[in-house]
């Protein structure tokens, strides 16, 4: 019950109206195969299943008021916006697994189609494997919890995403700069020369060759969960840093094109935007261990 007022108070959007999900996500099926099952066989989390699909249940369609905010830092103004919950596309980031891996599930929730790509976790979580977490601006780590996309900008790495953090573990998202951004460190054949990726400073960065997916199916309202397997509780008991036990440091080296290196070139650009969108809400959760098989 602890954990679950704790999360009552993390999740604070503004609804400005109300819709019924009238079938639930685990009743789905596609060629009478649950969808469910079928992201569960591509290899997909069940934790991260679960989670994603009760939020769902319970939230799409809902539409959210983003408030208006003057961010000191940048002297810009971000309008106040809504967005609505959108549950034609779900995102999963296993930061489980090391970078050298194709870590982040892109499921179709209307065709059951999973797709699997590399991201970058930030500089601050580790070198190839992410085991520390904060919501700290500065930290330069990544951030776990549950996203919302929000509208799109042009900065330092081309098109990118902004996302709202819908939990206390990630609600800095905002202030912080995360975006779901495209960069060169982000590929196969980098982690083929490098051993592993590059990494950014917290922002979940994809190859570019799929970054035109992700803003066109994550973009307004669109759901991503950033998830370890080892960190599920810990993010809602102490949201500001969460860090896996018993994780042996590796060796910090800088690797060419990853975030630490460009941002020292003078000549390479910062993503800043004028639009960049946040605010907090207020939206019905569901118990991290609640199963449905």
Request: proline letters at 3%; a neutral charge.
């Amino acid at each position: 019950m602890e954990i679950m007022k704790k999360i009552a108070t993390a999740l604070l959007i503004t609804f400005v109206g109300l819709q019924s999900f009238a079938e639930s996500l685990y009743d789905k099926k596609i060629k009478d195969v649950r969808l469910y099952d079928i992201f569960k066989k591509e290899g997909v989390p069940e934790a991260a299943l679960q989670r994603t699909f009760e939020f769902l249940d319970v939230n799409s369609g809902k539409t959210i008021k983003v408030k208006a905010k003057i961010r000191g830092r940048e002297k810009t103004y971000m309008s106040t916006r809504d967005v609505t919950i959108k549950s034609d596309f779900v995102a999963v980031i296993d930061f489980s697994k090391p970078s050298s891996q194709r870590r982040l599930y892109i499921m179709n929730m209307q065709t059951g189609a999973v797709t699997k790509h590399f991201v970058a976790h930030g500089k601050g979580s580790g070198v190839n494997i992410a085991a520390k977490f904060s919501n700290i601006d500065g930290s330069k780590m990544s951030s776990l919890g549950l996203y919302l996309g929000g509208n799109t900008y042009y900065g330092g790495h081309g098109e990118s995403l902004n996302l709202y953090g819908l939990e206390a573990s990630n609600s800095n998202a905002a202030e912080r700069d995360i975006v779901v951004h495209a960069a060169s460190y982000v590929s196969e054949d980098y982690v083929k020369s490098q051993g592993r990726l590059g990494r950014s400073w917290g922002c979940p960065a994809v190859a570019p060759g799929i970054i035109k997916r992700m803003l066109n199916n994550f973009k307004d309202g669109g759901l991503v969960y950033a998830y370890h397997k080892d960190l599920t509780a810990s993010t809602l008991k102490d949201p500001t840093l969460q860090v896996v036990q018993e994780h042996v440091e590796e060796e910090d080296i800088d690797l060419p094109e990853e975030e630490e290196s460009v941002r020292k070139n003078p000549t390479a650009a910062t993503p800043k935007t004028n639009s960049l969108p946040t605010g907090i809400a207020e939206v019905q959760s569901v118990p991290l261990e609640q199963s449905r098989d």
